[in-house]
């Protein structure tokens, strides 16, 4: 803290042997920067006040239906991209800013355009969409007529635009309609073919491959069981009647050889055949002559007339062969007709369920070959169908879109998109608001002060004194060997207070004077705002 306290004093010391050379620059620089400030012209400031309604009662009654843009987004964006090269060239136009005419040279121009677009000013009121437009110009009614020309560049810019995006967006919604329009209809002739392509392995109900092979698989073990019952109850009607065939032979074989001299009768196929065709009767109340069970009932009837009519022959036979026998036999008993007829009735329906499951076993083949190529198909199918759902789903929201910006553009028409009050119009503030001539004072009595201690600070850096022994052999880097003293007599004392008291008034008189024209400036800036 020392070494730098005794630096500054260093360098403070070897200022003042400069100090006129500073007093003579701060003079000179006040000089120049107070005739400066009192030189500049006054400028005046027109402004206007702008407020933009956006609210209208037609834009809630048509939520969900029109497409309903931010109008308060849309009208700060306005605001701030407002001050633009084409605009601000039309508004030197409107308001007669180029007096000049056609002897302006484009650097004029360039330069009147930069004038103007710094000093105009759009400040919004924050979310009230209050904006104030202000214009700042030597001469007042120029300001108020640029201030004018700012507001109706502003309110036409506004309709204008919103106007030509309603249009660009329908256009280009329309366009996108008859792109998707023909995208959808390729890929309905596409799924088309395939279809027609592969009619046989489609499903009706719309299962996969997959699932139809389980479900006939389903269906071919529900048969198979169904056989295997089926034959289990055959089998055992005819073990019944067998047993009931050997109680009653002895009776049966008379029965037969007595009758054989008359006429031949097969009582058990005789039942058997009239319920085949008592089940075929009821079979085709059901189904067609090409049903299974049908099929399979016929050659059952087939087969037992034709053992019916080899039986008779052979009773004949042995009829003929065979000594005659008396009148004691009868026909088979009640008994044995109904086992006779049971087992015809199991007999039909196991021809039936053997039909079923034939059907089935060649239906699953057909279905377990067509599970080898069905995934290809199945995924060109959802490739087709995803296609097909996707330009489907973009036709019909765009065709939902345009409606809306139809409508949208209909509600704009007939509501505006907004509504542009002017709270204050273009008026010309009659006293000058620029320069801030006591702030510009202050500035170049800063400026001043700033310019004298730096001539001062130059002057002791170019041509540096020592005052000391250990700055001069620290500066040096030689051993300094002795210091001689220098004797101030009285009349050397006197002069150094003279030039101190010189200094001081010359100083003062410097501060006093700027001191003196701020608070003048202050005075009359008061009675200004009063």
Not at 199 to 218: F, Q, T, V, Y
Not at 364 to 387: F, G, H, I
Not at 478 to 485: F, H, M, N, R, T
Request: proline share 3%; hydrophobic share 45%; charged share 25%.
């Amino acid at each position: 803290m020392d070494l730098l306290l005794a630096q500054f004093f260093s360098i403070a010391r070897r200022m003042w042997k400069y100090r006129w050379y500073g007093l003579v620059v701060a003079w000179a620089t006040g000089v120049v920067g107070a005739l400066l400030v009192f030189m500049m012209p006054d400028r005046y400031e027109a402004s206007a006040r702008i407020y933009v309604d956006t609210q209208s009662i037609l834009k809630p009654l048509m939520a969900g239906m029109a497409v309903q843009p931010n109008v308060d987004m849309q009208v700060g964006m306005l605001s701030k991209t407002l001050i633009s090269r084409p605009n601000v060239e039309k508004l030197v136009r409107m308001a007669d800013l180029d007096l000049k005419g056609q002897n302006q040279t484009k650097a004029e121009v360039e330069a009147l355009i930069d004038k103007v677009s710094t000093e105009l000013k759009i400040v919004s009121a924050g979310r009230d969409n209050l904006f104030t437009l202000t214009y700042r110009d030597a001469d007042p009614e120029t300001a108020k007529r640029a201030v004018q020309s700012l507001v109706t560049i502003f309110v036409e810019s506004s309709l204008g635009a919103q106007r030509k995006d309603t249009a660009t967006a329908a256009s280009f919604i329309t366009d996108q309609i008859k792109n998707y329009e023909a995208k959808l209809e390729e890929a309905e002739g596409r799924l088309k073919e395939f279809r027609l392509r592969n009619l046989k392995l489609m499903s009706a109900d719309g299962k996969d491959s997959a699932g139809r092979l389980a479900e006939i698989s389903g269906q071919l073990e529900r048969s198979r069981l169904e056989l295997r019952e089926a034959v289990q109850a055959r089998d055992a009607a005819r073990t019944q009647l067998d047993a009931e065939r050997s109680r009653n032979a002895s009776s049966t074989t008379a029965s037969l050889l007595q009758e054989s001299s008359q006429s031949v009768s097969t009582p058990e196929l005789d039942g058997r055949i009239e319920n085949v065709k008592r089940a075929l009767d009821g079979l085709l109340q059901r189904y067609t002559e090409q049903h299974p069970d049908i099929v399979a009932g016929r050659k059952l009837l087939k087969d037992l007339e034709e053992q019916k009519r080899k039986e008779v022959a052979e009773l004949r036979k042995q009829a003929i062969n065979a000594p005659a026998a008396g009148a004691g036999g009868s026909n088979a008993s009640l008994a044995q007709q109904e086992m006779s007829r049971m087992l015809a009735a199991a007999e039909v329906q196991v021809a039936g369920l053997r039909a079923r499951v034939d059907e089935y076993s060649a239906r699953y083949a057909t279905a377990l070959a067509a599970v080898k190529t069905a995934p290809q198909l199945e995924a060109e199918q959802a490739q087709l169908n995803r296609d097909y759902a996707i330009h489907k789903k973009n036709y019909e929201d765009l065709v939902a879109r345009r409606e809306s910006a139809s409508i949208s553009g209909e509600l704009d028409v007939a509501s505006g998109v907004a509504d542009f009050k002017l709270i204050d119009p273009p008026r010309a503030n009659p006293k000058p608001v620029a320069p801030n001539r006591l702030l510009l004072l202050a500035a170049v009595l800063a400026l001043t002060l700033v310019a004298g201690l730096f001539t001062a600070f130059v002057g002791s850096q170019l041509r540096p004194v020592f005052h000391d022994a250990g700055e001069l052999r620290l500066r040096t880097e030689l051993p300094v060997l002795g210091v001689v003293s220098k004797l101030v007599s009285d009349a050397e004392r006197r002069r150094d207070r003279l030039d101190l008291v010189r200094f001081g008034v010359a100083s003062g008189g410097l501060v006093a004077i700027f001191a003196v024209g701020l608070s003048i400036m202050a005075i009359l800036m008061s009675k200004q705002v009063s």
